[in-house]
């Protein structure tokens, strides 16, 4: 069993930052793919920033040069730095993992945008 829990979120005015952490436990011997994704009212869930085992990393177009993904295999946590923030990037955050080729979620964190 896996589990993802993810925090950091909360309300933040346009221009500022915020950093997302979330942490993986349970039965896990390595983490291949982590990443984030978001959902926001209305809308369907899509990738923000994803990062492979080896370090590469894939972001969505609307958020290059702003967020940045790091994670700490050590730690078995994921952080994603969100800086310059917009209001189109309300949503609830959703970390996701891959153990053992399956995906795993968390149960999201939201991040508010707004003046």
């Known amino acids: 069993q896996v589990q993802l829990v993810e925090s950091g979120g909360g309300l933040v005015q346009p221009g500022g930052s915020l950093r997302l952490s979330c942490v993986a436990s349970?039965?896990?011997?390595?983490?291949?793919?982590m990443g984030w994704y978001r959902q926001a009212p209305g809308k369907e869930r899509e990738l923000v920033a994803v990062?492979?085992?080896?370090?590469?990393?894939n972001y969505a177009d609307s958020v290059k040069g702003r967020f940045t993904i790091s994670r700490d295999d050590t730690k078995k946590v994921v952080y994603l730095q969100m800086n310059t923030l917009k209001p189109e990037d309300t949503a609830v955050y959703y970390c996701?993992?891959?153990?053992?080729?399956?995906?795993?979620w968390g149960k999201g964190t939201l991040v508010t945008v707004s003046s």
């Open positions: 990062m492979s085992r080896g370090g590469s990393t």
């Open positions: 349970g039965s896990i011997f390595s983490i291949g793919d």
């Open positions: 996701n993992a891959l153990v053992v080729g399956i995906p795993y």
